[in-house]
């Protein structure tokens, strides 16, 4: 047989079980993943800092880290200032909020309007906000956003340009309106229509 054609067997056999391998042992081969929102000035919560996964399945009892993620911002400039509030199932414990890039001492969580100085600067993803997590149930906990409870522009939830922060840009929820959640842990995604209604049932009680 020819050498030739051998060898080039011998690699194909090889790069096969490289990959079984790989699939075996929970190791994911890469394959593109892009960003659940690709519209401008979208604020979403993600399990990772590349703004692709809204919904993912946890442990119970184990923490685990949600990032509050501005994607794709018209602003060049970036961010000098953002505010928003975010609501989520009372059985998701939230054990520390950290804002990226604020040095001030005060803030009320979940209710936000942080100013920023030196501005967070332009990315395609623009990291604004750690929630470091932990769950005792394996039920399904929603997580969105809405305009923070005194907002600036009413009705809306907004950044600064990070150049001039008298320019407030407009922001969308990731999933395209405030009464959708943005995020799931331990749920199936895109939410069901009634289970996001009986979701925002019991997240505006808990908010009244």
């Not at 990959?19 to 892009?34: E, H, M």
């Amino acid at each position: 047989m020819d050498r030739a054609i051998t060898r080039g067997h011998v690699i194909k056999n090889i790069a096969v079980m490289l990959v079984v391998i790989l699939i075996s042992t929970g190791i994911q081969v890469s394959q593109g993943v892009t960003q659940v929102d690709p519209d401008p000035d979208g604020l979403g919560i993600y399990f990772d800092l590349e703004a692709t996964v809204n919904c993912n399945t946890v442990p119970m009892a184990e923490m685990f880290d949600l990032y509050l993620l501005l994607t794709n911002a018209s602003a060049s400039g970036g961010v000098s200032g953002w505010e928003c509030q975010i609501q989520y199932d009372p059985d998701l414990w939230v054990l520390l909020w950290y804002p990226v890039g604020y040095s001030g001492s005060f803030f009320t969580p979940p209710d936000f309007a942080l100013g920023l100085v030196p501005p967070l600067p332009w990315a395609p993803v623009i990291h604004l906000l750690t929630m470091t997590c932990i769950v005792f149930s394996p039920e399904c906990l929603w997580l969105s956003i809405v305009p923070y409870s005194n907002p600036i522009i009413p009705g809306e939830i907004v950044y600064a340009d990070g150049s001039d922060p008298w320019n407030l840009i407009t922001m969308h929820p990731s999933t395209g309106g405030f009464d959708i959640p943005v995020a799931g842990v331990n749920c199936d995604c895109p939410p069901p229509i009634e289970t996001t209604a009986a979701t925002w049932g019991s997240m505006k009680a808990l908010y009244h």
